[in-house]
């Protein structure tokens, strides 16, 4: 497997595991499904663009992603900025989402020059 499918993998979980701790520890649903279904998605579209039909469609796909990590950052950055999650937490999954980010920016970059030289 691809490293950004792994990292999205492993992101995933720490989501799932953020949001039980969330409805625990803070009785909070409606963030926690919000960050729930953008921060699982990511891997989700990774994984469908691994075996995309074509070219068009894996950075169709991974654009998808990168549009889903986006708004998981912009959750993250509203759980910390609510006191929902303590510096430490946010620190920490902040820099995964950044890095996936990161990841899913220069897969597609790379992508549409290649289709373009094809």
């Not at 994984?47 to 894996?58: T, V």
């Amino acid at each position: 497997m691809s490293v950004v499918y792994d990292k999205s993998y492993k992101f995933a979980i720490r989501v799932v595991n953020l949001c039980k701790y969330l409805r625990k520890e803070h009785n909070e649903y409606v963030l926690s499904k919000q960050i729930l279904r953008s921060g699982t998605s990511i891997g989700a579209l990774v994984s469908e663009g691994e075996f995309a039909q074509s070219k068009a469609d894996f950075i169709n796909k991974l654009s998808i992603a990168l549009k889903e990590a986006n708004e998981t950052k912009y959750w993250i950055n509203l759980l910390y900025d609510t006191d929902y999650i303590t510096k430490q937490m946010y620190e920490d999954i902040q820099k995964d989402i950044l890095e996936i980010i990161s990841l899913l920016v220069k897969i597609i970059k790379t992508s549409k020059e290649s289709k373009s030289k094809s």
